[in-house]
């Protein structure tokens, strides 16, 4: 059974950091590549990254690009986003997602974590 659970989300001033993690299980880790999303109150859900397990390809959206970054853990079968110089428009719940191959998951993705929420503000 494929599983996906985040944790660090929190409560964060502005300017401030976090580290969020995906813990996987369930799938063979190499053959994923995890994508990292959120969704913000009233908007839509949205992929701001995402992390190809075996070649370590990384995406970013624009508006996360020279302040988060997602890395890969083969030991733990984990993958992290890195979040520094947050703002209030990074408040969102964060959910991570997987799907088998080199390409981003997409909102259709079959396999979600529970999301962990985070709120900037001061």
């Known amino acids: 059974e494929v599983q996906l659970v985040e944790s660090g989300g929190g409560f964060v001033q502005p300017g401030g950091s976090l580290r969020l993690s995906c813990a996987t299980s369930?799938?063979?880790?190499?053959?994923?590549?995890i994508g990292w999303f959120r969704q913000a109150p009233g908007k839509a859900r949205e992929g701001i990254s995402c992390?190809?397990?075996?070649?370590?390809?990384?995406y970013y959206r624009p508006s996360v690009k020279d302040r988060f970054t997602v890395s890969t853990d083969h030991a733990k079968n984990m993958v992290y986003l890195q979040m520094n110089s947050l703002k209030p428009e990074d408040t969102a719940i964060y959910y991570c997602a997987a799907d088998e191959g080199s390409e981003c998951p997409q909102q259709w993705v079959a396999y979600w974590g529970q999301g962990t929420q985070v709120t900037v503000s001061s």
């Open positions: 369930g799938f063979t880790y190499d053959d994923y590549t």
């Open positions: 992390i190809s397990n075996r070649y370590g390809n990384t």
